[in-house]
């Protein structure tokens, strides 16, 4: 395949991020969530803002129409924030829905059209049960994979038994997936699940003994989650804590042209390179142990930048089941393929390790409202770039390069951006 090496004909940078709290909030709509993201973006840009100076807005969300029966969002947050009658332009890629809402804003400001918009995404999905937030997100899934049955959790499942099978991997890498993130989530106060396995494992014996049953005597992390009492099978081999949950919130990014950007930050981003890709659908796919979107994605992203992955220092990567982080870390050529499993449990994938993943606590712990998922993937990345993360700030003296990858669908639309800090 021919090596991507194209450029924008203008720099853009982030100066400015924020997020709503993850979690389940079905007394609050897409409105409040978004505007709770807003209002932290407009805190964190360092010089201040005139928000009248945002030119337009970029928005990504997959299927509030199912789940509130509420259609153009657009205009609707566009009024709640206060940009009407700025132009403002709903993105739709299933769960990569805002990252494609932060890639038509770069090509926006890259053209010469504006110099400042505003991207993010919001998605609310506790207002639905378990059985239709499954079934509207299965409208994402590709028409051959719906009429064969399959639901998101069945399609990994397939997806990770084919990878044990080609590379004789088990569960136990899954698990290191799951324990990894939970180690993760405590430190990210925005979060949805701030517990680690043991935490879990410690309230759930505290719940058996409250109800004066039998407490099981694991011995750790692992006996707990092979344990189908506590961890029961979903689609093997994904088992409960192998999913990320249903969530609700909002996220958004303000993006300027980069000539500019230090008026407003003497710290903002800039977007190295950024890439996206499209998969066929499993039935038409040559393996399923790999997404060819998030190849292609990396590949024209690398380009872009004049990088590889081997000067990706950190990453948010789309964990929407455990063995899809395994995966991505070898699509984007983190590791060989075969090897993203193993990595898991040497723990190079930690926040200490070589290459840390998903110090949010990734989609698992930190959850994914599928429309926020793609720009809370980069507010992530801001706060990392720029040593604002807190408790779970990487230990490294010197970041300058993060990557994010987001997934649509069962792979149909992958994007990859890798952000810079100089």
């Known amino acids: 395949m021919m090596s991507k090496r194209k450029k924008l004909g203008r720099e853009v940078a982030i100066v400015g991020a924020g997020m709503s709290q993850f979690g389940l909030f079905p007394e609050k709509n897409s409105k409040d969530l978004f505007l709770e993201a807003f209002l932290e973006m407009r805190d964190s840009v360092d010089k201040g803002v005139d928000l009248k100076e945002v030119e337009a807005l970029y928005l990504g969300n997959f299927t509030n129409d199912f789940f509130t029966h509420q259609a153009h969002w657009g205009p609707i947050i566009s009024d709640i924030i206060g940009l009407a009658p700025r132009p403002a332009t709903r993105t739709e890629g299933a769960c990569a829905s805002s990252a494609l809402a932060f890639r038509e804003g770069v090509f926006a400001i890259a053209s010469g059209m504006y110099d400042m918009v505003l991207v993010g995404g919001v998605e609310q999905m506790s207002a639905c049960s378990t059985e239709q937030v499954a079934e509207g997100l299965a409208l994402g899934t590709m028409p051959y994979e719906a009429l064969a049955g399959f639901t998101f959790p069945g399609i990994f499942g397939a997806v990770a038994t084919a990878y044990f099978a080609a590379f004789g991997a088990s569960r136990e890498q899954l698990m290191g997936v799951t324990i990894k993130s939970h180690n993760n989530a405590p430190l990210n106060p925005k979060g949805q699940i701030p517990l680690t396995v043991r935490d879990l494992m410690n309230k759930k014996a505290a719940s058996f003994k409250r109800k004066e049953m039998s407490v099981p005597s694991w011995s750790d992390e692992r006996d707990f989650l092979r344990d189908p009492q506590v961890n029961p099978m979903v689609a093997w081999p994904m088992h409960l804590f192998d999913c990320c949950p249903i969530s609700d919130g909002g996220s958004c990014l303000l993006l300027t042209a980069a000539d500019m950007a230090t008026q407003f930050t003497d710290k903002p981003l800039y977007v190295a390179g950024i890439g996206q890709g499209s998969g066929r659908g499993f039935h038409a796919s040559p393996e399923i142990t790999s997404f060819e979107a998030t190849k292609y994605a990396a590949q024209e992203a690398y380009g872009m930048s004049g990088m590889s992955a081997s000067d990706i220092q950190f990453a948010e990567v789309h964990d929407c089941f455990s063995i899809a982080e ?49 720009t809370a993937q980069m507010v992530e990345l801001w706060k990392q770039l720029r040593y604002e993360a807190g408790e779970r700030q990487i230990p490294q003296p010197d970041l300058q390069i993060g990557l994010a990858h987001n997934l649509g669908g069962t792979g149909g639309t992958c994007t990859v951006t890798i952000l810079e800090r100089r």
Not at 340 to 352: E, F
């Open 326 to 374: 395994i995966i991505h870390t070898e699509d984007l050529g983190f590791f060989a393929p075969g090897q993203g499993g193993h990595a898991v449990n040497d723990n190079l994938t930690a926040l200490d390790g070589i290459m840390p993943i998903n110090t949010s606590g990734g989609l698992k712990c930190k959850g994914h409202p599928v429309g926020a998922t793609g």
